[in-house]
């Protein structure tokens, strides 16, 4: 895989598995550094971490002694050895699709309840009205509120949702973006709703 940006996010996702810690919360990020201290007796700080899986904002471009150590983590000699190993793998590139995850609104029946999250801590249920539609059936942490209505094609782990025909409150419809800081973490169905 050419896209440094794809092996990182896959790289995220092996110490996540690795560490059996989804890095949601704060202390999901205390726990892995103590996890990858633990383990290979290299130090990465918090703030670090929280960087890497866009938590907190920070820079863009992450060194490479630091990929080292997240790949030592996940069983590789360094970062060059995880990209060209597994990053590169005919397996991996077949199964990318497992990484990001994706939900089609077409594929979505009317009436479905959608979960997403977002970090930090953020959490949508919405209403699929149909045809892409749907409606704000619960928010936490979010300034998207219940009973908000947008638009949205399809949803992926790891990029932003961008809400298209945004209607807040009666006011004006207009564009507005969710998950901007590592996009979104967690997509699934919950239940079928009444309508």
């Given at each position: 895989?050419?896209?440094?940006?794809?092996?990182?996010?896959l790289?995220?996702?092996?110490?996540?598995?690795?560490?059996?810690?989804?890095a949601?919360?704060?202390?999901?990020?205390?726990?892995?550094?103590?996890?990858?201290?633990?383990?290979?007796n290299?130090?990465?700080?918090?703030?670090?971490?929280?960087?890497?899986?866009?938590?907190?904002?920070g820079?863009?471009?992450?060194?490479?002694?630091?990929?080292?150590?997240?790949?030592?983590?996940?069983?590789?000699?360094?970062?060059?050895?995880?990209?060209?190993?597994?990053?590169?793998?005919?397996?991996?590139?077949?199964?990318?699709?497992?990484?990001?995850?994706?939900?089609?609104?077409s594929?979505?029946?009317?009436?479905?309840?959608?979960?997403?999250?977002?970090?930090?801590?953020?959490?949508?249920?919405?209403?699929?009205k149909g045809?892409?539609?749907?409606?704000?059936?619960?928010?936490?942490?979010?300034?998207?509120?219940?009973?908000?209505?947008?638009?949205?094609?399809?949803?992926?782990?790891?990029?932003?949702?961008?809400?298209?025909?945004?209607?807040?409150?009666?006011?004006?419809p207009?564009c507005?973006?969710v998950?901007?800081?590592?996009?979104?973490?967690?997509?699934?169905m919950v239940?079928?709703?009444?309508d």
């Amino acid at each position: 895989m050419k896209d440094p940006d794809q092996n990182i996010a896959l790289l995220r996702a092996l110490v996540e598995e690795s560490s059996n810690c989804k890095a949601v919360t704060s202390n999901d990020f205390i726990y892995m550094a103590g996890a990858i201290q633990g383990r290979i007796n290299k130090h990465l700080g918090v703030s670090t971490l929280k960087r890497i899986w866009g938590y907190i904002e920070g820079y863009k471009s992450v060194r490479e002694s630091t990929l080292d150590i997240l790949a030592q983590f996940v069983g590789y000699p360094d970062y060059e050895t995880f990209v060209s190993d597994y990053c590169d793998s005919e397996a991996v590139r077949s199964s990318h699709r497992v990484v990001t995850q994706a939900c089609v609104s077409s594929d979505i029946p009317q009436g479905t309840l959608v979960e997403i999250t977002w970090n930090p801590n953020r959490r949508l249920v919405l209403l699929h009205k149909g045809k892409g539609r749907y409606q704000v059936k619960s928010s936490m942490h979010s300034k998207v509120a219940v009973d908000d209505s947008f638009e949205a094609q399809s949803f992926i782990i790891g990029q932003p949702l961008v809400l298209s025909n945004y209607i807040h409150n009666d006011e004006e419809p207009c564009c507005f973006i969710v998950g901007n800081k590592g996009g979104l973490t967690t997509i699934k169905m919950v239940e079928s709703g009444d309508d």
